[in-house]
């Protein structure tokens, strides 16, 4: 039943995310209004993330079974795909390449923030 709970919330959010697309005359995608909408609740504790944690951890694991349609679906292609297939793999490593760098600086600076914030909130407490 927390599972179902989990799952309504997460799909109230969706819900919410879709009528603003409908609404708002933006070319922005609905899952795009509901991912901001998430991030507000949590970072106010709107929702608090033990309300959702179950059933993203559940929705993060099975993600990759949820690719396995679109790729079914470019074998029906092959004979269009085959003559620009090195093309596409050369672009596919270099963009994966250029993720994992800027996601590995990013973490890397929000760490060394984190750090430094803790740390100076660390020294500040020594000093009392």
């Excluded at 070319?27 to 059933?55: D, F, H, Q, R, W």
């Excluded at 793999?89 to 803790?118: M, W, Y």
């Amino acid at each position: 039943m927390n599972y179902l709970k989990q799952f309504l919330i997460i799909a109230v959010i969706c819900f919410i995310g879709e009528v603003l697309h409908a609404v708002i005359p933006l070319p922005i995608p609905a899952s795009i209004y509901g991912l901001v909408i998430m991030l507000i609740c949590l970072i106010t504790k709107i929702i608090p993330e033990e309300k959702v944690a179950a059933v993203s951890d559940f929705l993060i694991a099975i993600m990759p079974v949820m690719f396995i349609p679109s790729a079914v679906g470019l074998l029906g292609y092959w004979e269009e795909i085959k003559p620009i297939l090195l093309a596409v793999v050369v672009i596919t490593v270099a963009i994966n390449i250029l993720v994992f760098a800027v996601s590995g600086r990013v973490t890397q600076a929000v760490i060394r923030f984190e750090n430094k914030k803790h740390g100076n909130r660390q020294k500040t407490e020594d000093a009392e």
